[in-house]
């Protein structure tokens, strides 16, 4: 973000419509791409998933996309302040508290994850990584996941989103991550073509393409969604804060579908890469969330200078993972700055103070509290699933009906031609998704997974 403000309203804008695309992807592509989408698909039967969750993205993910991206550059407000001044006369605004805790709660297990990432990096770095045997993936991941090995570099990725959020967002990370990025894409790539020689290559790509629709239950659909919104940082608001922030400038249908694009090309790049992996070496597609950090480590093993390119991997991914966890963060904390005046400072202590007492014992889960289960999942899954699951499909559904239904058409057609500098011509079918298709097909994913029908 450029530290250029924005006069009058005293706010930071993204420097440029680059700028914009690329906070929006740094925040969209993260571990939810590379980690969650390829586990998400394995633990519910690959191919037919995967269809869903495309068809969600474009369907649902794009147009609720656009309905976050007016409230927020419409408003120039944090998400409680967006509702608030759209609607000042109901309670509308209580979506945004919602978005809030949800924003918190995911911060709580992927603080955890993307220690990992970096305490994979690292240890790869000083060649403390054993890639030596083929089953060293997994004796990897217990051996550096066990005790208060996640404790420890939880804190350490903490301390790092902590460090660059204090500095408002600003230039470092925003240049790191456009150069970053790019780099990420080429990287998985290389990826792609070495999986390409694996035996177990088109096992890997018929799993992962060939949807088999006996295995679409209701809980795969709900899964598709969730991964959808997940992956597109929808449902908690993170957009409509983004987009408070983007420029007069700014296409922000166009921004929308580039963000929908770029980030589905990720997920499937890393299916390419995790799949055909998983038939080759033997091991469970089903593994659940632990499945890429013991998979990847067979890739390395495989390809020459296999620490080199672990540590470039798991760097990049590092760095993916920290854009997200910034926009993340920035969600409360724009509230607090803007909603309970605290500064930015103070605001930005006491959103990352209290996501990471959520973090900690979250990774204590994993590690020494292990035993201790909530509903039959540890508190590491059941946060995901609250989040992802639940609180996120419902702040999209809110949103969508609140703009189709409550917001004047003139105000959203304002937004999308850029005060009639553009032409729009999809603002009768966007508004038809955002009024119908969105609430319902959110509505009833949702009824149908919780067996209510
Ligand atoms: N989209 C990110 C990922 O795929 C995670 C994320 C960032 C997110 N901001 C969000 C998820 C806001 C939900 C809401 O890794």
Redesign the pocket.
């Known amino acids: 973000m450029s530290k250029t403000e924005n006069r009058g309203t005293q706010r930071a804008v993204f420097g440029s419509r680059f700028a914009a695309i690329a906070a929006t992807v740094g925040?969209?592509?993260?571990?939810?791409?590379i980690w969650?989408f390829p586990y998400e698909a394995g633990a519910h039967g690959g191919g037919a998933f995967v269809l869903c969750y495309l068809i969600f993205a474009f369907l649902i993910g794009v147009p609720v996309l656009i309905a976050e991206f007016v409230m927020g550059r419409g408003t120039r407000s944090n998400v409680l302040g967006a509702y608030r001044k759209l609607d000042p006369h109901h309670p509308w605004y209580w979506a945004g508290y919602m978005g809030i805790v949800?924003?918190m709660l995911?911060l709580g297990f992927?603080t955890v994850v993307a220690g990992w990432t970096l305490e994979y990096c690292i240890e790869s770095l000083f060649g403390m990584l054993d890639f030596s045997t083929e089953s060293a993936g997994h004796d990897q991941f217990v051996k550096l996941t066990h005790g208060w090995h996640p404790v420890i570099w939880t804190v350490v990725f903490a301390l790092c989103n902590f460090v660059i959020l204090l500095r408002g967002v600003s230039k470092g990370i925003e240049r790191l991550s456009n150069i970053m990025m790019p780099v990420l894409f080429v990287i998985l790539l290389v990826f792609c073509v070495h999986s390409f020689f694996l035996p177990g290559f088109e096992e890997g790509c018929s799993f992962l393409f060939k949807p088999d629709f006996s295995k679409l239950t209701p809980s795969t659909l709900l899964g598709a969604l969730g991964q959808a919104?997940?992956?597109?940082?929808?449902?908690?608001g993170?957009?409509i804060t983004y987009a408070s922030y983007f420029t007069e400038k700014t296409r922000l249908a166009q921004t929308a579908v580039t963000t929908m694009i770029l980030?589905s090309a990720v997920a499937i790049l890393s299916g390419i890469i995790i799949f055909p992996a998983v038939f080759s070496f033997g091991l469970s597609p089903s593994a659940g969330p632990t499945l890429v950090f013991e998979v990847l480590p067979n890739i390395f093993y495989r390809m020459a200078g296999g620490g080199i390119w672990s540590t470039l991997f798991f760097l990049l991914l590092f760095i993916?993972?920290l854009t997200?966890?910034i926009?993340?963060s920035e969600?409360s904390i724009s509230f607090f700055t803007e909603e309970k005046k605290l500064g930015r400072k103070r605001s930005t202590a006491l959103s990352c103070g209290i996501t990471l007492i959520i973090s900690l014992l979250c990774a204590l889960s994993m590690g020494p509290w292990q035993n201790l289960t909530l509903f039959g999942k540890n508190l590491f899954d059941l946060l995901d699933y609250v989040?992802?699951n639940i609180i996120?499909p419902l702040g999209g559904m809110i949103c969508s009906i609140f703009v189709g239904w409550c917001i004047e058409r003139r105000f959203i057609s304002d937004q999308l031609t850029d005060n009639g500098r553009n032409r729009f011509i999809w603002l009768r079918p966007l508004v038809f998704c955002l009024r119908w298709i969105c609430p319902a097909a959110i509505f009833i994913i949702f009824l149908d997974s919780i067996g209510a029908i």
């Open positions: 925040s969209a592509v993260g571990l939810g791409n969650r949800g924003s995911i992927y919104f997940f992956s597109l940082s929808l449902g908690l993170c957009m980030d993916a993972s997200s966890t926009s993340l969600i989040a992802s996120m």
